[in-house]
């Protein structure tokens, strides 16, 4: 299966083998043990079919590197000439691919394709709606790990193609303290001590604090590299960022919205967390058309 690099985003990251995997997971998922039954008994064997991939309302583009895979799965020899790449802003109607092949393979991997695009386009645009309101400041909008199983890695692709930031990819990339780790280790500075001993050389420590007091604890540690501020209002987040006067890097989290987005940017914080943006990101209409 090969996957053109031309339809990527060219500064997200994706692996092709995540790609590959997932799609080979929906087209069993799909055909299941006896393929398109539909197609098999409707469209004889051979016929040739021109479609148009199109977006049917306005947004941010992701997911065409998997309408490719999941296509060129059934037909290995299937023309796609991309008028659109992930990471375009598109409006209602414009084409994103056009696709010349065999009919049953392009019918039996349409809903796989479609359904990656919808889902990962939503999240773009629910993104780059999102970095929209934060534009002119210093802060940037990241995703958490708030994400559909199994589809992790696709959806934080999707946030780079809406112009967002990557938290963590997982438990194993990063160190992040929560209160609960910090109620068993036993408080901020024991469980800080604790992270410090292992961590190597290019992991980073962040830590969650819920009051101005914690923070004070963090900073005078001097171990933590990144600090979650969480659920903390405007004027505290400045109050905050004063404090940590660039010793560490700020992160806001918590409920954040639209309407309050910016007010949050404004005060200087580093990133704004945010796991709407993967786990309530309405899925944007496209569609595909059989042109004969």
Do not use: W
Request: proline share 3%; aromatic share 2%; with cysteine.
């Amino acid at each position: 299966m090969s996957i053109a690099t031309s339809l990527l985003r060219p500064d997200a990251f994706i692996s092709p083998l995540e790609i590959e995997a997932a799609v080979n997971r929906a087209l069993e998922e799909d055909l299941g043990r006896a393929g398109d039954v539909t197609s098999t008994a409707t469209v004889p064997a051979g016929t040739r079919a021109r479609a148009i991939v199109a977006a049917r309302r306005p947004g941010v583009i992701s997911g065409l590197p998997l309408v490719e895979a999941a296509l060129r799965r059934l037909d290995p020899a299937v023309a796609i000439t991309p008028q659109a790449r992930d990471g375009d802003a598109v409006e209602a109607g414009a084409a994103l691919l056009t696709v010349a092949g065999d009919a049953r393979a392009v019918l039996g991997a349409e809903r796989v394709a479609l359904n990656f695009l919808g889902h990962l386009s939503g999240i773009a645009t629910a993104t780059a709606a999102f970095a929209g309101l934060i534009a002119g400041t210093n802060a940037r909008v990241c995703c958490t790990r708030k994400t559909t199983p199994g589809l992790r890695a696709l959806e934080k692709y999707a946030v780079r193609c809406g112009g967002g930031f990557n938290h963590r990819f997982g438990l194993d990339d990063a160190i992040l303290i929560k209160d609960n780790h910090i109620a068993v280790a036993g408080g901020i500075r024991a469980v800080l001590a604790r992270a410090r001993a292992v961590a190597g050389h290019l992991v980073k420590i962040e830590i969650e604090v819920d009051t101005l007091e914690q923070l004070r604890e963090v900073l005078d540690t001097g171990m933590a590299d990144v600090v979650l501020l969480d659920n903390m209002d405007v004027a505290t987040l400045k109050t905050a960022v004063a404090m940590a006067a660039g010793r560490v890097v700020t992160e806001a989290s918590g409920g954040i919205t639209h309407a309050t987005a910016a007010a949050i940017a404004a005060t200087g914080v580093d990133y704004l967390s945010s796991g709407a943006i993967t786990h309530s990101a309405p899925n944007l209409d496209v569609g595909l058309d059989i042109e004969m």
